[in-house]
T-cell receptor, first 117, second 113 residues
Framework: GAGVSQTPSNKVTEKGKYVELRCDPI?????LYWYRQSLGQGPEFLIY????????DSGLPNDRFFAVRPEGSVSTLKIQRTERGDSAVYLC???????????????FGSGTQLSVL | DAKTTQPPSMDCAEGRAANLPCNHS???????VYWYRQIHSQGPQYIIH???NNETNEMASLIITEDRKSSTLILPHATLRDTAVYYC??????????????FGKGTLLTVNP
């Protein structure tokens, strides 16, 4: 595709439910990132994948959050036992060059607005 | 990574130059200055980055002071579509966890007709 695609664009769920958020990165991009953005704040780092493996998951807030990228392309962010405080926009980004490259640019999707009632 | 300070909001008239300041007084010699922007309901978009020299591309110009403690992003002819939150981010050139962009709250630029 032309850009990073995230589905669904909006997700409303009830407290305690399980949700999955999907990210389709730009074709050929090996690096994939998840960020979370609360209202009025800048995006905050959650997890970074290089290929299929999670190279850094230090931003995941707790063990209810988990992400996978089994074939090195599409990624799914999974949230168990959702809480109202999980409500936010979840952003996915991908990059062609690995982190550390001088000209690395991240390309972001439009995000998934998660609302936990 | 060095912390950045930006004004919370700015206004600019359509067609005029928008000059967005960023203070990064603790920047290290191997840290780059990156600018991203986020239009409402969209993800952040890369604009430009630089180390020491001034940079220009099709979107904007980046002016970095000689001591590198501050920089200015210049949109030469702002349009209504440039209304967005602009983030100034300092990133180490290599090594460590330089892929973790620290966005802060940015500057909300409103371009007025």
């Amino acid at each position: 595709g032309a850009g990073v695609s995230q589905t669904p664009s909006n997700k409303v769920t009830e407290k305690g439910k399980y949700v999955e958020l999907r990210c389709d990165p730009i074709s050929g991009h090996t690096a994939l990132y998840w960020y979370r953005q609360s209202l009025g704040q800048g995006p905050e780092f959650l997890i970074y994948f290089q290929g299929t493996g999670a190279a850094d998951d230090s931003g995941l807030p707790n063990d209810r959050f988990f992400a996978v990228r089994p074939e090195g392309s599409v990624s799914t962010l999974k949230i168990q036992r959702t809480e109202r405080g999980d409500s936010a926009v979840y952003l996915c980004a991908s990059s062609l060059t690995p982190p550390g490259h001088l000209n690395e640019k991240l390309f972001f999707g439009s995000g998934t607005q998660l609302s936990v009632l | 990574d060095a912390k950045t300070t930006q004004p919370p909001s700015m206004d600019c008239a359509e067609g005029r130059a928008a000059n967005l300041p960023c203070n990064h007084s603790t920047i290290s010699g191997n840290e780059y200055v990156y600018w991203y922007r986020q239009i409402h309901s969209q993800g952040p978009q890369y604009i430009i980055h630089g180390l020491k020299n001034n940079e220009t591309n099709e979107m904007a110009s980046l002016i970095i002071t000689e001591d590198r403690k501050s920089s200015t992003l210049i949109l030469p002819h702002a349009t209504l579509r440039d209304t967005a939150v602009y983030y100034c981010i300092v990133i180490r050139a290599s090594g460590g966890s330089n892929y973790k962009l620290t966005f802060g709250k940015g500057t909300l630029l409103t371009v007025n007709p």
